[in-house]
Nanobody
Framework: QVQLVESGGGLVQPGGSLRLSCAAS????????MRWFRQAPGKQRELVAA???????NYADSVKGRFTISRDNAKNAVSLQMNSLKPEDTAVYYC????????????WGQGTQVTVSS
């Protein structure tokens, strides 16, 4: 059974940095696209960043130039480096990935809270 486990959330002051990590475990053949989503209170879940198996990336306009997504294929892991954090970045951040075992399906992590506040 595949699991995605996030780590690295917490409380940070505006302008600070955090690094989120997500590791996939289980009987994995391949991991295609890996993504980070976030959901703020009262808002819809939104895509923050994505990286494909060839390490091509895309970002939400709101985080371009501040966040960097990367992956380690050998460790089945994805990270999100978040710099110049703003209060509006406060949300629960979720790891998401398209993973092939016997077949390909989409998986979600449990989420990690990021709070940007002074």
């Amino acid at each position: 059974q595949v699991q995605l486990v996030e780590s690295g959330g917490g409380l940070v002051q505006p302008g600070g940095s955090l690094r989120l990590s997500c590791a996939a475990s289980g009987s994995i053949s391949s991991i295609y696209v890996m993504r980070w989503f976030r959901q703020a209170p009262g808002k819809q879940r939104e895509l923050v960043a994505a990286i494909d198996i060839g390490s091509s990336t895309n970002y939400a306009d709101s985080v371009k130039g501040r966040f960097t997504i990367s992956r380690d294929n050998a460790k089945n892991a994805v990270s999100l480096q978040m710099n110049s954090l703003k209060p509006e970045d406060t949300a629960v951040y979720y790891c998401n990935a398209d993973i092939r075992t016997d077949y390909t399906r989409n998986y979600w992590g449990q989420g990690t809270q990021v709070t940007v506040s002074s």
